[in-house]
């Protein structure tokens, strides 16, 4: 894992809007609509990673065995990649947005989410079994709140640019901050102007945030990171059991036109390990979940601890929400932990005993209010689950008393 990642100096600046807006069915308690923005943004805080992988691989073959020399005995490859030389990245990306709002009145404010890798826009919007208590940007806005989700850089419907040396995180870290400042000023599509903004993260997507908190802790006036604690795991269930495979070669009718430094978890039952926890979700969950997964890059992946060797004058409230049994970031058991005590404070719900999640506190020594919720009998992708609901209460729960 990379160490040594020093002070980031990225700067967000303007996202311009597309006038293009697409409508989209409307769900119980949200109205949607999708629509693409060009988001500029630059950072100086990108590596040279080409300089220690090379190009992209030129096969399955080829990247099953630089994936088996990372993690050699005596390796230093990861060492190669903490020392790599810092790259400047500047530029407007077109990425793909859904917006939901209340149907019923304005919103109070809005949830800007960031999805893992393996993971799309559509996490925080799961239609499923014909139920709206999968779907985040539902629940939200049956509690008043609107919810922007996007294709991250490189995902889905968004840019896909150089995997290895331009989609990396601190360039993402950039680009969140942008979209944040231009619903602030209202000008990203046709959205309006919001003053309350509560930055929401699953996985990757809650490493990237904590990047933002350092960069531009003002972006955000509250965090919720889910799927996350500062504990990931590097044993047997980490990232490596993500098996990461060529996506045009797992998946060539998805993703034929992609670079080979576009990858993806190549089967169901990977997918499973990684992000699930029989029984509690149901068979169509999984499947949807396979069938839509969305491809990351090396690039990514190389560089998602980067964010959090950086220190932050973050003062907002932060919310960690993560699954009982979550395998990437608790190695499958959050409350086997060395901790004696827990160190977030209660909100009534929060359960009080120590687990792994308390180790995101240090990340954040200046919030104004630091709580932990354990979603129980739950895994890594826990708005699959059918606990999903009852997360989604304690969030909105949290962001109400906190920030209203
Ligand atoms: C949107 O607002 C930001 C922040 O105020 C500003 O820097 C940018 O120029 C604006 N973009 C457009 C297209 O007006
Ligand atoms: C933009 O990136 C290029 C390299 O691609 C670099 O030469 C230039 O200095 C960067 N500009 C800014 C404003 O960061
Ligand atoms: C919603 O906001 C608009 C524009 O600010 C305002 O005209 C309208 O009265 C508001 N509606 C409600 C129900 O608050
Ligand atoms: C959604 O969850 C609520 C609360 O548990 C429950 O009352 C409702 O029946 C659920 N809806 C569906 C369609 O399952
Ligand atoms: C999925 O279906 C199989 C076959 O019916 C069943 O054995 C299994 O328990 C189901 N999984 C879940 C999570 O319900
Ligand atoms: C998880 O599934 C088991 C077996 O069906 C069930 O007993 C348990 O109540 C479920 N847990 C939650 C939190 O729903
Ligand atoms: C935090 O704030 C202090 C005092 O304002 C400042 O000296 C320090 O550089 C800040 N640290 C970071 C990481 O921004
Ligand atoms: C970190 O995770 C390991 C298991 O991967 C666990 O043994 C250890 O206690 C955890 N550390 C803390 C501080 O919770
Ligand atoms: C606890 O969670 C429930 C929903 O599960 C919510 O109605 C209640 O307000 C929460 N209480 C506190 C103190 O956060
Ligand atoms: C909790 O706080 C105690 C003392 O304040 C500290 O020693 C311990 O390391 C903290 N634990 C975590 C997981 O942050």
Same mark, same amino acid.
């Given at each position: ?132 208590? /999968? ?28 995997? @290895? ?67 990931? @795991? ?5 990232? =490596?059991? =993500? ?32 992000? =699930? ?71 009534? /719900? ?55």
């Amino acid at each position: 894992m990379l160490s040594a990642l020093t002070t980031f100096a990225l700067l967000g600046s303007l996202v311009t809007a597309i006038p293009q807006v697409t409508k989209r069915d409307s769900g119980t308690y949200a109205n949607c609509r999708t629509f693409y923005s060009d988001v500029y943004a630059q950072t100086t805080q990108n590596i040279d990673l080409a300089s220690v992988i090379g190009a992209p691989p030129a096969n399955q073959q080829a990247l099953v065995e630089s994936s088996i020399e990372q993690f050699a005995a005596g390796s230093t490859v990861m060492q190669q990649i903490m020392a790599a030389p810092k790259i400047p990245v500047n530029g407007s990306y077109n990425l793909w947005f859904e917006y939901c709002e209340p149907k019923n009145g304005n919103a109070t404010g809005i949830f800007q989410t960031h999805h893992g890798i393996v993971g799309n826009a559509g996490y925080w919007n799961v239609q499923l079994d014909n139920s709206p208590n /999968n779907s985040f940007a539902e629940s939200a806005a049956a509690a008043g709140w609107a919810t922007l989700s996007y294709d991250r850089l490189g995902v889905g419907r968004s840019a896909k640019p150089d995997g @290895t040396n331009i989609v990396q995180i601190s360039y993402e870290i950039a680009q969140s901050i942008s979209i944040a400042e231009s619903l602030r000023s209202g000008n990203l599509s046709d959205l309006g102007q919001f003053n309350k903004i509560v930055g929401v993260g699953h996985s990757y997507g809650s490493n990237l945030l904590t990047g933002v908190a350092s960069v531009s802790p003002s972006a955000f006036d509250g965090l919720v990171l889910t799927g996350f604690t500062n504990n990931a @795991t590097t044993g047997p269930l980490g990232l =490596f059991s =993500f098996q990461s495979t060529i996506a045009n070669v797992a998946y060539p009718s998805r993703f034929a036109s992609e670079k080979n430094d576009y990858v993806i978890t190549p089967n169901v039952y990977v997918d499973q390990t990684g992000f =699930f926890h029989y029984p509690n979700y149901t068979n169509s969950s999984l499947q949807m979940f396979t069938m839509n997964k969305g491809e990351y890059t090396l690039g990514q992946q190389n560089t998602i601890s980067a964010p959090l060797q950086l220190m932050n004058n973050y003062t907002s409230p932060v919310f960690v929400v993560t699954g009982q049994n979550d395998a990437p970031y608790c190695a499958a058991n959050c409350y086997s932990t060395s901790s004696t005590s827990s160190n977030s404070t209660s909100s009534g /719900n929060s359960t009080s005993m120590p687990s792994q999640l308390d180790t995101a506190k240090t990340l954040f020594p200046s919030a104004s209010a630091f709580e932990t919720y354990v979603v129980p009998d739950t895994a890594h992708g826990i708005n699959y689950h059918t606990t999903a609901y009852q997360a989604y209460l304690q969030i909105i729960s949290f962001v109400q008393n906190q920030m209203i």
